[in-house]
């Protein structure tokens, strides 16, 4: 992919790929590697890191963009949270949809098909972070505060290690537990609704499995308790499907003791971890 390609990609996929290539080089990698892994030019990759050390974080988001023609950006309350309570019942499959993993299009076509009203990817996304569904920090920390080492061999949590897979899909995994929305001016409702009294008052226990690829693309699913190995297998094997390959998988947030789940994926399983730092 050219640098021109790149500048196609949705504001989302834009800013996590930025993110993630900013991380790599602040971490120790050279601009070429980088380049390389991540599908662009290094001239690119220099213009990003230069425009992070210059302006800091707000050089990686993107710039304002225009609504679409026939686009809505508010859903109402009651929409919101019967969005949330779906999202947690099941996958989209059980919902009629043409998805096995949650993702943007997936909960767009979820609202289209409920309630008429077109979402943009960027929408769904802002909706995503405002009800808690979907926190960038617990897959991307600060790259300087907290570097990813995303090019260093590393060996897998579980007995017979193994190195990183040459021709692996990158991968940054996390296990979160929405509460409270970040931002409660902005949150999943209007102000003064209930339901910023806090996530786990009004949806339960919900647990959030999320990865995103380096080219942007978020996949997720919730469900009331916690994940068993099981379900962090199941979750797994259905995103190297959909890659057409093995997983090189960068976890992130991940609740304290549960890294016995990854210790329990299968030995032959295509997927190589680093896990968290400290």
Known sequence: MTSGDAR?????????????????????????????????????VGAWVQAYRTAGDPALRPKPRGRRPGEQLVLSPPHQAATIKAIIAGSPETHGLPHRLWNRQAVAEFVNHRYRILLSATTVTHYLGRWGLIEEAALTPDPARRPIPVFVPVQRPAAGAGTWLPDGEPLWLAWTRPHTPPDTGRGPVAAGHNLLTGFRTHFGDVHVLVAVTNRGVLHFQARLGPFDAGDVTAFLRELAAQAGRGLNV??????AGAHEVLRSVPAGFPARFILPPG
């Open 250 to 255: 960068v976890v992130g947030r991940w609740p």
């Open 8 to 44: 196609k990609l949705p504001a989302e996929a834009l800013e996590v790929l930025r993110r993630r290539a900013v991380a790599a080089v602040e971490a120790g990698a050279s601009r070429v590697e980088v380049a390389r892994m991540f599908g662009v030019s290094r001239k690119t």
